[in-house]
């Protein structure tokens, strides 16, 4: 009668890390041309989508220009002009209106830009972390919408009503507002908010990976407001200072805000970093 041979025995150790994985692991590794590869991907996905939003856009811009024009027809008429925005070129209107609705296009699809954004991402991040895709979304949205809002409702009109108030040394001299040079101007003030409101979004990235701490951005707060001012004086379009401060509150409250974003994601990220793999 022939028997088996008995298995050999596998160490505990051995079979311990046999069976046992960590819970989340950052995505395979991609090649350098599987990285440009997966970019070109998502940047015509993303040009898909701005072309349909910028369609849509010109189509609905004949309603947001009257809404847009608001405040310099009432600045106008507070100052006792002549309430009224002129072209001085045949097609001055027509740029004007394709413009307005390219950028709204752009806006339109920004959900799906972000959402590529993410993907091209998320290879690199861990499993809990790519599922926060829809918080990253809908805050980078929300953040714009609200420097939009913000520059719509409380920094246009201020600008506008110092601009068109000020009087010079002679008084002969009245304002003819182009409509193009108008829209520059609102489309500076609100796409400018828009951006900078995306700050804490900006040091949530940086604080994922590791390049700023919670620490290092209160460390430098002084030069932060150095910054701020900078790009205030840049982005501002008048040269007194109260409108200056008013785009640089908004900034400064947000480096607040950037601040404890950063020391939720840094705390998380060092408490993830210190638990062994198999207490995952």
Request: hydrophobic share 50%; aromatic share 14%.
């Amino acid at each position: 009668m022939t028997t088996s041979p008995r298995p050999e025995s596998v160490p505990e150790s051995e079979s311990n890390t046999q069976t046992t994985a960590p819970a989340e692991e950052p995505a395979g590794a991609m090649t350098f041309f599987e990285h440009l590869s997966e970019l070109r991907k998502r940047i015509i996905y993303s040009l898909y989508a701005i072309g349909i939003g910028a369609f849509i856009g010109v189509y609905i811009s004949k309603y947001v220009i009257n809404f847009i024009i608001r405040p310099i027809i009432k600045a106008l008429t507070e100052a006792h002009l002549n309430a009224e925005l002129v072209y001085t070129h045949p097609a001055g209107y027509l740029n004007t209106y394709i413009t307005l609705g390219v950028y709204i296009g752009i806006v339109l699809a920004s959900p799906v830009v972000l959402y590529q954004v993410w993907l091209f991402v998320a290879p690199a991040l861990y499993k809990h972390e790519r599922s926060a895709v829809t918080g990253f979304i809908f805050s980078t949205v929300f953040l714009f919408v609200a420097g939009i809002a913000f520059g719509y409702f409380i920094t246009l009109p201020y600008i506008l009503r110092f601009l068109v108030s000020f009087q010079g040394p002679i008084s002969s001299i009245k304002p003819m507002i182009t409509v193009n040079e108008y829209f520059d101007l609102v489309l500076l003030i609100l796409l400018g908010l828009g951006l900078v409101f995306e700050l804490p979004i900006l040091i949530f990235f940086l604080s994922l990976f590791g390049i700023v701490t919670p620490k290092f951005l209160w460390k430098n707060f002084r030069y932060a407001i150095l910054v701020i001012a900078i790009v205030a004086a840049i982005v501002t379009p008048t040269p007194d200072a109260m409108t200056m401060l008013i785009f640089m509150a908004p900034m400064v409250g947000l480096y607040f805000v950037g601040i404890a974003v950063s020391a939720v994601v840094t705390r998380r990220r060092e408490r993830r970093l210190a638990t062994p793999a198999e207490a995952r």
